[in-house]
């Protein structure tokens, strides 16, 4: 039986909630889940459609993209999430979807703007929208670069990862993270709802304001920090 | 056994219908049912996502806002339900939730026009949103202060919390109420549903008039009030 | 027994098709099913929710409103049924929804185009929405005058009710009828999907004109009339 | 037995699949599965609801039309499959359906622009957009001449059928095919997605912008061709 038997199951539980939470159809989709004292991480196989996944498929992967153990090839975007991984090395888990509204922001290459309270219980920015990569860079070792887009992005807005734990990459769509493969996921559903409610907000009114910053950070700080009384 | 089992079970029965409607995800609602004769109200644990709660998980609160019982923390929006019950005191239930469309309106800070019979045979008024709370009132208590823009709103536009069961608190969300839980859920679900149709109409006939009084008096006195005619 | 039994039935099933069908949410809907031998119909009972519906509470009544049959009052709208049936003899049910998107277009007050084929397969006309009542027939005999207002649309606007089998009420939302009850709730179904397709090919094409002549022919002619070929 | 049992069975396997998806309601769709070796293919048969389709009730047809087995008339779309089958012998797979978003782009008459990965990960092109038949062409033989119509817009455009399935015939709605009948309907429903996303791209932003050449290239040929790492 596989040593990592239990974090095989994690990760597979993570990737099933996607079809379950309508994020994707088919494969368009991965989660994966670390194992920090291993330093290592397991992800869903490449091209596997979710209605087909088992938990003995998952693909067990080091932070330098080494096949552990596993038959199948690991997620193409592996190189992403094994970035993320040894860079920020507070997250638990990766996940990325082509869920329809947060990919239209994407497509659009618009950050979505923080309209209201929803929004501000998981975070106090606009959900940062990243810049094109350049193409000597997609020609490269594209999945790779993919990853430095996302931290360059954070670092050139300043932006913390434990603060911020979702990002949309320019004309491709969603990466999210967290402190567990689960709660990875509760944050691309999260950011679906809210490129959804963001759209909608538009339509009906296209100038639209921001939330101001008491009410951005009196929700945001009521459910984190030293001072949250949300939650048990 | 708990002497507030029943009215714990319609609060749970209640905030159960949530997910149930398509009115939230994981935690993003909470539903309190009252019992007028004890002084008290039963009410959705703070933070606990709807897949998980249980009856007994129900927290029992008076209308200053303290707990009776229960070993859970009660919803951060509590003191806003405490408040109306204590102001309003024909009301039953109250539901707060995020729903997409209804929280569109909110953010984008615009009261929900009276288009069409689906609305007058609910409310013969627009949908109303309120102002933006003032620094202090966010810093300060709040929730409380949530319940206090709500009954201000309802006071400065002349508005009747028996005629109209709902409102749109601005970059926020929709509360609702009604003579119980399952009526304010009830509402909760309608108010979604008109939001909807709303925006819709607008991207159809952006110029679209409100419907005129004589059809709205009809539709909401066939259902509501000494004539009416519908139901049985 | 009831000897309305199986008419009852088939009216209940007809009404029961439109909560799975997505068209209805609580109470917002009724169908109705003829018995043209003996003068009669049967409609739902009014303000009962789908979830609560059984057959038995199904109402039998006469073409002048009065119930022959039923411990329920009638639809508050079975006088509108009741004139389209006394008026139409070709018909054997009639429907009427609050679905979504056929409400927004009624309430925005602009008949539905003939954009394609899939509409073209049902009607080769603009689906009308009808002018608003003046105020003396709504405050006069409501429902009554509501059947009064499609026919007389019908009439000005030269149209065939065996042709077309759907109408818009402005402000109000669509009545569609059939040569059964299942067809009168197949039709609610197809302008639902026709309202939804055409506000999306505004969104994306506000230009768009309407599907030229012999295309619409084609399609409604391959599936209505001595000529088709579509179908058994 | 049928000789083309397990033909039959692939083809309403396929089929079944459509309403499952939600690319259709009632009979609004078609897909049929070709035998190459034996010259002929199975296809649904016409205006037969989804839910009470059968196995059996699959026709057997030749690339000329000619109805080889099957006590029902079969698809009236079925000699614009036929066409496709004998024309591109590389082809396994036909899908037609009136699914809503790509009915909308149809009847816009907009080619779908590749705003995204998405679309990429799929074809390196806009999913294209028909012209509209000429009036003799519709009068005569309609469902042969939409298969031309198909046939001249990827000759005009120079447009490959292995690299490009999928085709919008203005004003009717999407035929989609593959080197299966699953195939097929797989890329009918990432065409519905691609529509519905690049819709809500230009509601956000009007004046998005393709997808750059290196970045859809990357996204193509990682999933397709002699270099592609995508997959198993």
């Not at 330098?64 to 997250?91: C, F, Q």
Request: hydrophobic content about 35%.
């Amino acid at each position: 039986m596989s040593k990592f038997k239990s974090l095989k199951e994690e990760c597979y539980e993570a990737n099933m909630q996607l079809p379950e939470l309508g994020l994707v159809i088919f494969t368009f989709g991965n989660v994966s889940a670390v194992d920090r004292s291993e330093g290592l991480f397991a992800i869903k196989p490449s091209g596997v459609p979710y209605k087909d996944l088992k938990p003995e498929d998952i693909v067990i992967v080091d932070f330098d993209n080494n096949v552990l153990e596993g038959s199948m090839r690991p997620s193409s975007d592996t190189k992403t999430h094994a970035l993320l991984y040894k860079t920020w090395d507070h997250i638990g888990g990766v996940c990325h979807t082509h869920s329809t509204y947060a990919v239209a922001w994407a497509q659009a290459g618009v950050s979505i703007p923080i309209f209201g309270t929803t929004h501000a219980d998981h975070l106090t920015q606009d959900i940062p929208c990243t810049v094109i990569l350049p193409d000597e860079m997609i020609e490269g070792d594209y999945e790779h670069e993919t990853g430095n887009l996302i931290l360059d992005t954070f670092a050139s807005e300043g932006l913390s990862p434990e603060e911020v734990e979702m990002i949309l990459v320019q004309n491709h769509g969603p990466f999210t993270w967290g402190k567990s493969a689960e709660k990875a996921v509760y944050n691309s559903a999260v950011l679906e709802e809210l490129a959804k409610m963001s759209s909608i907000t538009l339509q009906i009114n296209p100038g639209t304001s921001r939330i101001k910053q008491t009410l951005k950070d009196k929700h945001f700080y009521r459910k984190h920090g030293a001072n949250a009384y949300y939650g048990q």
